[in-house]
């Protein structure tokens, strides 16, 4: 069974930090891209940051960059985002995905956000942050 288990959300103060997790479990995690997206209601999902750990290749919103930072461990088929320096405009539902990365650059990935047949998703974890 696949399953992509995002943990490690709350609520946090702005400027604070937190640490996310996306656990991968029931396809071959080097096989593919994960990406971290964030979904607040009544706005378009945005892709936060994608990953292809085997490559090195990692992609960043514009939104996020040089505050979040993305990291993998493939022993653990897991990966993990650091929120860093947090403002109350990054509340929103965290969710990690997975696709296979022939498919697509993690850039790619990202800026789409759109879900595609045979990718996976997990359920998210929610973050919010008071100002």
């Known amino acids: 069974e696949v399953q992509l288990v995002e943990s490690g959300g709350g609520l946090v103060q702005a400027g604070g930090s937190l640490r996310l997790s996306c656990a991968a479990s029931?396809?071959?995690?080097?096989?593919?891209?994960i990406g971290w997206f964030r979904q607040v209601p009544g706005k378009e999902r945005e892709g936060v940051s994608c990953v292809t750990s085997t490559e090195g290749s990692t992609y960043y919103a514009d939104s996020v960059k040089g505050r979040f930072q993305s990291s993998s461990d493939n022993a653990k088929n897991t990966v993990y985002l650091e929120l860093i320096d947090v403002k109350p405009e990054d509340t929103a539902v965290y969710l990690c995905?997975?696709?296979?990365?022939?498919?697509?650059?993690?850039?790619?990935?990202?800026?789409?956000?759109?879900?595609?047949?045979?990718?996976?998703w997990g359920l998210g974890t929610q973050v919010t942050v008071s100002s």
């Open positions: 995905a997975a696709r296979r990365k022939v498919l697509d650059t993690p850039q790619y990935f990202c800026q789409r956000a759109r879900m595609q047949p045979g990718d996976y």
């Open positions: 029931g396809f071959i995690f080097d096989d593919y891209t």
